[in-house]
């Protein structure tokens, strides 16, 4: 998943950072996160899944404070072939 931060970020996603980090947290228990975060610049996000679907992949993005708040303005999802 490739996906973009909104103006200010860093400042605008406090009131939803515990929330966005304790279900990260739990997607990463389950196994469904491999990896997520921003880009140095804090414009972007990346991240990995080991999910059986896109929609599954949708469901976890358009459920995460950060999306339904604005700090995530957008994403795409690839899927991906570990070659290594």
């Known amino acids: 998943m490739w996906g973009s931060y909104c103006e200010n970020a860093l400042e605008k996603r406090t009131p939803y950072r515990e929330a966005h980090l304790a ?9 469904l996160l491999t990896a997520l975060g921003p880009t140095t610049d804090n414009t972007k996000v990346f991240g990995t899944y080991e999910a059986d679907s896109e929609s599954t992949v949708r469901q976890l993005i358009e ?8 700090i995530w303005t957008d994403y795409s999802i690839y899927e991906w072939n570990q070659v290594f």
């Open 63 to 70: 459920s995460d404070p950060y999306w339904q708040n604005g």
């Open 23 to 31: 279900g990260l947290t739990q997607q990463k228990a389950s196994g």
